[in-house]
């Protein structure tokens, strides 16, 4: 069964609604709008960074975070993950690094606030930016159906029932090639939604993520390939453009990059022969 959250990341506000026809109508209302919090990040009790995200899967969040920058690969890795009792509201999350971990060399350049539209910012140079990746993708012989790929930007839509209640958030799920959905997140920031299923995949003891999909509601930014890239995913499908560093890394790491993907049309960028025509 799908793993979807709906956390309380929607709150009620009053607000006047105008509707414009043959004449100018005016009224209040009640709307759900989606939460953007600011979350601390602590390794080993050391603050790492501060971002911000919808409230909700806070730790998961947090896991896929370190995956993606390269700390952490498997669950053991941490040994411990929980949030810190003597926080400001409770949004901080503190990681315990465990044997196998790698200690993140560039903590300096992380002490920065993170808007929700940034995944990759405060790292220290170009270099840093594409991590050394744990898992090769070349030999991922996934297949998926050109049929079931054009498929899953709706069947994601389908199950996004926070981004129903506030239309603010973005969503990323992880599915099978037959496209079965096994993970569903959504955040206010794009790179937090893909971080949050690459966390669930960790602590269920998932990685690498070979053998399958990673749909996402918004572009394919290179921010969001080197995740994918970093999680084992083969083939990540994006509603939206590539940028060309994402299409370079996709092309370089083994991924299959898709972009376009609306309807009953997609592009494939990089590495097609893990897409099929048949049905």
């Excluded at 994601?156 to 569903?184: I, N, S």
């Excluded at 990540?236 to 994402?246: E, M, Q, R, T």
Aim: glycine share 10%; aromatic share 4%; with cysteine.
């Amino acid at each position: 069964m799908a793993e979807v959250v709906h956390a309380a990341g929607a709150r009620s506000e009053r607000v006047t609604r105008y509707r414009i026809g043959e004449r100018v109508e005016a009224a209040e209302c009640d709307d759900l709008i989606a939460v953007e919090d600011p979350l601390e990040i602590r390794i080993d009790g050391e603050s790492w960074s501060i971002t911000m995200r919808t409230p909700g899967d806070d730790l998961d969040l947090v896991a896929g975070f370190l995956v993606g920058e390269g700390v952490i690969t498997q669950a053991d890795h941490l040994s411990g993950l929980g949030h810190v009792g003597d926080a400001v509201f409770g949004n901080t999350v503190n990681a315990t690094l465990g044997a196998g971990a790698t200690p993140p060399a560039d903590a300096a350049a992380r002490h920065s606030v993170m808007t929700s539209a940034c995944g990759i910012c405060g790292t220290e140079s170009i270099d840093a930016i594409e991590k050394q990746a744990r898992w090769e993708l070349e030999s991922d012989d996934t297949i998926v159906s050109a049929a079931v790929l054009a498929t899953l930007p709706d069947r994601l839509r389908e199950a996004q029932t926070l981004f129903d209640a506030t239309g603010g958030v973005h969503a990323a799920g992880l599915f099978t090639p037959a496209g079965d959905l096994l993970c569903l997140r959504e955040d206010v920031g794009r790179h937090n939604a893909v971080d949050k299923v690459v966390g669930w995949a960790l602590r269920q003891d998932r990685l690498p993520l070979r053998g399958t999909v990673l749909q996402v509601s918004g572009r394919a930014s290179f921010e969001l390939v080197q995740k994918a890239r970093l999680a084992g995913i083969p083939v990540l499908a994006a509603v939206g453009a590539p940028s060309s560093l994402s299409r370079d890394l996709a092309e370089s790491s083994g991924l299959t990059l898709v972009g376009f993907s609306r309807g009953t049309a997609f592009s494939v960028y990089t590495h097609p022969r893990r897409v099929v025509p048949g049905r």
